[in-house]
T-cell receptor, first 113, second 108 residues
C-alpha cells in the first residue's frame, strides 16, 4: 500500500490563481479530511468526507472546495489563491464505521505570492 | 465535540519515561481519546486511542482516569527521536479537531 499520497509536494501560486491539491489513498478508507497548518500552529480542519458523494465543512472552509466522486480521491480546490492561504496542507484518511486512527499524507507546501 | 487542554511544552531526559497529560473534562460516555504526534513538519502520526481502559501498544501506553476527564500518554523510554508535538484529541462523530498540542523535547 502506498498509503495517502499528496501531490504536488511544493507549489508556488500567484494571487488570484486557482489550483487543485490532489489526495489519493489505496486503503479503501471511507473517511478523508483536509487540514492546513500555518507556521508554528496546529492543524485546522478545512473539509472532510465520510464517503463518496458526501462532504462537509470543517473549521476553515472559506476559499476552498472539495468533491468526492470516488472512495480513493479527495481533491482540494483553491478557487482564487490569496497570500493568507500560504500554508502546509495535509490530507488524511481512515476506515469508517468504528474507532480507527487517521493516516496522514506527507503534505503539500503552498506559497501564494 | 469535547475540547482538550494540554501543556504547551515539556522536557524529558533521554531514557526516562515521558508522561504527557491531557484534560478532557467535557468528554461524553461514548467518546474515545486519541493521541497523535507530529515530528518536525511531517504529517501527524497516529499513536494510540482508548475509551476507558488503559491501552498499550508498541509505541506508548494510554492511561485514562476512572471519571474519563483526563488521560496521560506514556512513552516508557523516551529517545531523541520522540521529540515532537503530541496532540490529544476527542473527536466528534466525524470531525477531528486538533488543538495546539504539547511540544515534547527529549534531552540528551
Amino acid at each position: 500500500n502506498a498509503g495517502v499520497t499528496q501531490t504536488p509536494k511544493f507549489q508556488v501560486l500567484k494571487t488570484g490563481q486557482s489550483m487543485t491539491l490532489q489526495c489519493a489513498q489505496d486503503m479503501n478508507h471511507e473517511y478523508m479530511s483536509w487540514y492546513r497548518q500555518d507556521p508554528g500552529m496546529g492543524l485546522r480542519l478545512i473539509h472532510y468526507s465520510v464517503g463518496a458523494g458526501i462532504t462537509d465543512q470543517g473549521e476553515v472552509p472559506n476559499g476552498y472546495n472539495v468533491s468526492r466522486s470516488t472512495t480513493e480521491d479527495f481533491p482540494l480546490r483553491l478557487l482564487s489563491a490569496a497570500p493568507s492561504q500560504t500554508s502546509v496542507y495535509f490530507c488524511a484518511s481512515r476506515l469508517g464505521g468504528g474507532n480507527y486512527g487517521y493516516t496522514f499524507g506527507s503534505g503539500t507546501r503552498l506559497t501564494v505570492v | 465535540d469535547a475540547k482538550t487542554t494540554q501543556p504547551t511544552s515539556m522536557d524529558c531526559a533521554e531514557g526516562r519515561a515521558a508522561n504527557l497529560p491531557c484534560n478532557h473534562s467535557t468528554i461524553s460516555g461514548n467518546e474515545y481519546v486519541y493521541w497523535y504526534r507530529q515530528i518536525h513538519s511531517q504529517g501527524p502520526q497516529y499513536i494510540i486511542h482508548g475509551l476507558k481502559n488503559n491501552e498499550t501498544n508498541e509505541m506508548a501506553s494510554l492511561i485514562i482516569t476512572e471519571d474519563r476527564k483526563s488521560s496521560t500518554l506514556i512513552l516508557p523510554h523516551a529517545t531523541l527521536r520522540d521529540t515532537a508535538v503530541y496532540y490529544c484529541i476527542v473527536p466528534g462523530t466525524y470531525k477531528y479537531i486538533f488543538g495546539t498540542g504539547t511540544r515534547l523535547k527529549v534531552l540528551a
